[in-house]
């Protein structure tokens, strides 16, 4: 099994770009779907972006699509998620996810919380107005 760490958040204006990367340990990790998820204050956890365990397939929420790019590197356990043109909305922390995937699945992308394993412990991303 995988553990997660995040890192990368930080505080920047709006209309500002951020890179937020998140390493796995183990060696299984190619056999992960993973995902970015975040949660502002006072609201629920919420879907932001995912790729498959192949990467052939992404998938992003409509607030993001068109702003936000993931992307993952297998040989070096890695899924990244660049952040551009960040608004005050997309303040929150987040997190990835990793959904263990058989390989029939590879091009499989899932956006549920209670579809993920495991989680990392997130990263604060703050966007000033």
């Known amino acids: 099994q995988v553990q997660l760490v995040e890192s990368g958040g930080g505080l920047v204006q709006a209309g500002d770009s951020l890179g937020l990367s998140c390493v796995a340990s183990?060696?299984?990790?190619?056999?992960?779907?993973m995902g970015w998820f975040r949660q502002a204050p006072g609201k629920e956890r919420e879907f932001v972006a995912a790729?498959?365990?192949?990467?052939?397939?992404?998938y992003y929420d409509y607030s993001v699509k068109g702003r936000f790019l993931i992307s993952r590197d297998n040989a070096k356990n890695t899924v990244s998620l660049q952040m551009n043109s960040l608004k005050p909305e997309d303040t929150a922390v987040y997190y990835c996810?990793?959904?263990?995937?058989?390989?029939?699945?590879?091009?499989?992308?899932?956006?549920?919380?209670?579809?993920?394993?495991?989680w990392g412990q997130g990263t604060q991303v703050t966007v000033s107005s």
């Open positions: 996810a990793a959904k263990s995937a058989p390989a029939y699945r590879g091009s499989y992308t899932y956006t549920g919380n209670y579809e993920y394993d495991i």
């Open positions: 183990g060696r299984t990790f190619s056999s992960y779907a």
């Open positions: 790729i498959s365990r192949s990467a052939s397939n992404t």
